[in-house]
């Protein structure tokens, strides 16, 4: 049996050598200020992705936010040296994970149809007009819009 000359390493000693630590806890704090940068923008969605050497990658769900991010870049690099000051540039990537949006978020941006607030008394004479020659379901649901139409407040 072979004896192994190494001895194997603690999972915590190897996180100390590499700093992983420290970068988890850099990057987490420095997200939130992003995020909080980004809300006073209006633009959502995006993450500091990692930082490395002094430069920060930001990543972007989308090319129109990446262009944004590009409109505020010398911004964003201003506010977050302010919490680490050894922040030497921004890199922006699209990464398109990050646009999956699950369908309860969909169902809450889902815009909501307007509707009509009155219709003018010419197009509520169009209807009744129609309505005269029309079969009379047709009649009795033309006659209702324009019944509908000239009830409104004006």
Not at 18 to 38: A, E, G, P, V
Not at 114 to 125: H, L, T, Y
Request: charged share 25%.
């Amino acid at each position: 049996m072979t004896t192994h000359k190494k001895q194997p390493k603690s999972i915590a000693s190897l996180l100390k050598k590499n700093n992983y630590q420290q970068s988890t806890s850099l990057i987490s704090k420095l997200d939130i200020i992003l995020q909080r940068f980004l809300k006073q923008h209006q633009i959502s969605g995006c993450r500091i992705g990692n930082i490395e050497n002094g430069s920060l990658i930001i990543e972007s769900p989308t090319s129109i936010w990446l262009q944004r991010l590009q409109f505020i870049r010398s911004d964003i690099l201003s506010e977050l040296r302010q919490h680490h000051s050894s922040l030497i540039s921004i890199k922006i990537k699209v990464n398109p994970e990050l646009a999956k949006v699950s369908p309860s978020v969909l169902k809450k941006n889902k815009p909501i149809p307007k509707r009509a607030q009155k219709m003018s008394k010419d197009i509520a004479d169009s209807f009744l007009a129609l309505a005269e020659n029309a079969d009379p379901k047709l009649k009795k649901a033309l006659q209702s819009l324009a019944k509908f139409s000239t009830n409104k407040k004006e």
